[in-house]
């Protein structure tokens, strides 16, 4: 072959290497040429992968060739092409088999007699993968110079490197506006810290402690509003990977097609809107914690696909057949029983098992006794810088209030009355006060404490709010329950209905107060 035709082929793929293509385009091309150049039937390029050859792109092959895997010391012909310095070109009565067998296009028989070679592609003087060409013609290959091929290898090695290098530009850039939206949703929050001293609390930090410092998957479950999010993050910072990003995705937000995308990532043309290759959460939280929210909204559809990358780290974006490798630590959080959607076969029992390594449950707010003063003081600090006022306090009835409420939206609801009380409470104030005092009013909660308060005699609640502040609330609560309790002949049932308290929760408090 003469070197006009040969600058001829490989001139587009020179000016291709300055271009920004996505990468299938670019090694599309790359084969395209080396067609042009060597003309055959099939001609692919595979990336080394340790004991495996992937597929990155296939001419005259058939689809499914993409998604193939072959393992090496399975294909002798693919062992004798990686273990040569240079092109091979087997001779056309070789009785090795041939891993394209089947595959070539519009060949329903099997290759038997045909030309094949092939020429190891070295990136930084390690082997990166190979090039094969098969022709139906056992004498294709005769007039072809070995040179020809091995100077085509040499483009082809540099077309990989300029598409690895692209790629990992890209990524690096892509992690920048990653690390940038983390840096501006932070400086526009207040870092929120896990807050309480209840037994039930301690726990749950000794438990975060514990499975922090290790890398297993933990399915965090709790009921809705108890703070499953910061006990993520919380796990993620006493992590070794805490130096790295936490990712997020509420699964519930999105439909499945959406969800994929969200996961995986897609290509250019995977779907409509998909105007350019992106990342999905996995890739971005390389390294670091994935954060699944709501897992257990995950369609059985999704599930299969996620379990394939807990099992081996590797995924696909959506639309490419290229593996991608991620090390990414998983957590996730639900408010469901994923045990009993199991057993009624509406989730998967293997990808369960899988997200349950270390089940790690948060309690309900109305469990954590007094925690739910110490929460009330954080919000409202917050919402007295937020509303520019002295001091946002409670009185001692609000107090009472709070700790006798059962708390079915538990600390987000906490969040939310204290705010909506607070701005509230300010607008009754015909002056600005200096000091805004919420009471049981102003709290609005749906029990009949206050209503009950004021049945009592005055020399009764005058009693309970004397002296520290923290024995009056529990003797005044003690009263309280106590005279309900005689009313009602101890019936606890009747006395909780009065006291507008579940039954269960009415047991509890007593006890907490020594009653029982």
Not at 322 to 347: C, F, M, P, W
Not at 469 to 482: C, D, H, N, S
Request: hydrophobic share 40%; charged share 25%.
């Amino acid at each position: 072959m003469t070197a006009k035709p040969l600058l001829t082929a490989l001139l587009p793929l020179v000016a291709d290497l300055s271009r920004e293509l996505p990468e299938g385009e670019r090694y599309r091309r790359l084969l395209e040429a080396m067609r042009a150049l060597l003309p055959c039937d099939a001609a692919a390029l595979l990336r080394l992968d340790d004991e495996w050859l992937v597929p990155l792109a296939v001419d005259g092959l058939s689809t499914d060739t993409l998604g193939r895997r072959f393992k090496v010391s399975e294909h002798p012909r693919f062992e004798a092409l990686l273990s040569s310095p240079g092109p091979t070109r087997f001779a056309a009565d070789c009785n090795l088999p041939d891993p394209y067998d089947g595959l070539v296009d519009g060949l329903d028989d099997h290759l038997e007699v045909h030309d094949c070679m092939g020429c190891p592609l070295f990136i930084d003087e390690r082997p990166w993968g190979l090039l094969t060409l098969d022709a139906l013609n056992p004498e294709q290959f005769e007039p072809i110079e070995l040179g020809a091929l091995e100077a085509f290898a040499s483009l082809a090695a540099a077309t990989v490197n300029a598409a690895e290098r692209i790629e990992r530009l890209n990524n690096r850039v892509e992690d920048e506006h990653q690390r940038a939206e983390v840096y501006r949703q932070a400086s526009g929050q207040q870092h929120r810290e896990m807050i309480g001293q209840s037994k039930a609390h301690k726990r749950l930090m000794e438990e975060i402690n514990l499975v922090g410092g290790s890398d297993l998957t933990v399915l965090i479950t709790g009921e809705t509003g108890v703070g499953k999010e910061l006990v993520a993050q919380a796990i993620h910072a006493a992590s070794p990977r805490a130096d790295k990003p936490i990712i997020s995705l509420n699964c519930a937000a999105l439909p499945d097609t959406l969800v994929e995308s969200e996961l995986f990532g897609h290509v250019r043309g995977a779907f409509t809107g998909a105007m350019n290759d992106r990342r999905g959460k996995f890739e971005l939280a390389n390294g670091g914690t994935l954060f699944l929210d709501e897992v257990g909204e995950l369609s059985l559809t999704v599930q299969a696909k996620l379990l394939r990358v807990l099992q081996s780290g590797q995924l696909q974006r959506l639309g490419s057949d290229k593996e991608h490798q991620v090390d990414v630590r998983l957590i996730a959080a639900t408010n469901r029983d994923l045990a009993e959607e199991v057993r009624s076969g509406r989730y998967r029992a293997d990808f369960y098992h899988r997200l349950s390594v270390y089940p790690l449950l948060v309690p309900a707010l109305r469990d954590r006794g007094r925690d739910v003063l110490l929460l009330s003081g954080y919000f409202l600090e917050q919402n007295r810088s937020r509303m520019g006022l002295n001091s946002l306090r409670l009185n001692s009835d609000a107090q009472a209030a709070l700790l006798a409420y059962d708390w079915p939206g538990n600390v987000r609801e906490l969040e939310h009355l204290i705010g909506r009380s607070a701005l509230k409470a300010l607008g009754n104030c015909k002056e600005r006060p200096k000091i805004l005092s919420l009471s049981a009013a102003d709290l609005d909660l749906p029990n009949a404490n206050v209503e009950a308060a004021a049945e009592q005699p005055a020399a009764l609640v005058t009693q309970a709010v004397t002296g520290d502040l923290r024995e009056a609330t529990e003797r005044y609560q003690r009263q309280l329950i106590g005279a309900c309790l005689e009313r009602h002949n101890n019936n606890w049932a009747s006395a909780a209905r009065e006291l507008g308290l579940d039954r269960a929760n009415l047991g509890r408090m007593a006890k907490r107060l020594g009653m029982k």
